[in-house]
């Protein structure tokens, strides 16, 4: 399937995988709906994208946790950006890995309120539209923390559960329509990521890639863009990839 002059809305748009996401749409000739809180960064990411094909770019300052920011944020798209066909629900992140006994409860919400509930609004705000127009794609971002839980994450692994439930969800209950579903889950991807996780600290973020050839962002942005240029008959359900060197979400080889 062609994704030339397609709208594809990518949330948490400004790094890592959303970033190198909307560069490999632009790359199709996608027009690109960008969103996230840090408008320098998603201008950056909008220029680049121009310069990569996109033939054209619309951003927007955004925080999914907002429900009615989101709502907002759809309902008053200029007309020429309202019918989106591709959403990626991308924005997400991990605050903190400490035994759940001893958590921050400020961590869990936050991650609680962009994974889950920041997903489920964009999700409600875009996918109406898509099942009206009788046309989209919905794709989100899982993780191998989604499926098997490890160690002092066991909230940010929720997220990611509950990220798997509801994207086999909505696959049932858009049943009927031609709107696809789709779950990308990568393992350990080398991004901002344990960087945002550990509150800014770079020694610790640095330790959690050392020894393993991460994925790059843009492996996972190639899938997703595969998943959409599959034939329109055809529903890429789930996607689980790692690193050679990581088996799941407990197991890596690091080399010495
Ligand atoms: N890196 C990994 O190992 C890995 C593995 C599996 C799954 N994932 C998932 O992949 C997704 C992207 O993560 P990443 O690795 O690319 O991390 P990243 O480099 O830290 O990027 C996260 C993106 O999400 C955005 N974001 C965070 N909170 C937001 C909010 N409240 N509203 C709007 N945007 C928000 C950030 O933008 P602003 O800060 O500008 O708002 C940023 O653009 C997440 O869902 C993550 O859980 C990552």
């Given at each position: 399937m062609s994704l030339k002059g397609k709208i594809v809305f990518v949330t948490g748009a400004s790094a890592g995988i959303g970033a190198a996401t909307a560069l490999a749409f632009a790359d199709q000739g996608a027009k690109l709906l960008l969103a996230a809180r840090r408008a320098g960064r998603l201008a950056e990411v909008a220029s680049k994208a121009k310069e990569r094909g996109a033939p054209?770019?619309?951003?927007?300052?955004?925080d999914v946790r907002d429900r009615r920011a989101v709502q907002n944020?759809?309902?008053?798209?200029?007309?020429?950006?309202?019918?989106?066909?591709?959403?990626v629900n991308n924005a997400g992140l991990?605050?903190?890995?400490?035994?759940?006994?001893?958590?921050?409860?400020?961590d869990w919400e936050e991650m609680i309120d962009t994974n889950v509930k920041g997903l489920l609004y964009v999700t409600r705000a875009v996918v109406p539209g898509m099942v009206v127009r009788s046309r989209g794609h919905v794709?989100?971002?899982g993780s191998t923390a989604g499926e098997l839980t490890y160690p002092n994450?066991?909230?940010?692994?929720?997220?990611?559960?509950?990220?798997?439930?509801?994207n086999d969800g909505l696959r049932q209950d858009v049943l009927g329509?031609?709107?696809?579903?789709?779950?990308?889950?990568?393992?350990?991807?080398?991004?901002?990521f344990s960087l945002v996780r550990f509150h800014g600290d770079t020694e610790r973020a640095s330790k959690v890639y050392k020894g393993v050839k991460a994925l790059r962002p843009?492996?996972?942005?190639?899938?997703?863009?595969?998943?959409?240029?599959?034939?329109?008959?055809?529903?890429?359900?789930?996607?689980?990839?790692?690193?050679?060197?990581?088996?799941?979400?407990?197991?890596?080889?690091?080399?010495?």
């Open positions: 054209a770019v619309h951003s927007i300052d955004l944020a759809i309902d008053s798209l200029p007309a020429e950006w309202a019918e989106i066909d591709i959403l991990s605050r903190g890995l400490d035994k759940l006994y001893m958590g921050k409860i400020e794709i989100n971002l994450g066991a909230v940010y692994c929720a997220s990611k559960a509950a990220e798997r439930s509801i329509t031609p709107v696809r579903v789709t779950s990308v889950d990568p393992g350990m991807v080398e991004t901002d843009e492996d996972v942005a190639d899938v997703i863009v595969w998943a959409a240029m599959r034939p329109a008959h055809v529903n890429i359900a789930r996607v689980l990839m790692t690193p050679v060197q990581q088996a799941n979400s407990l197991l890596f080889h690091r080399d010495e």
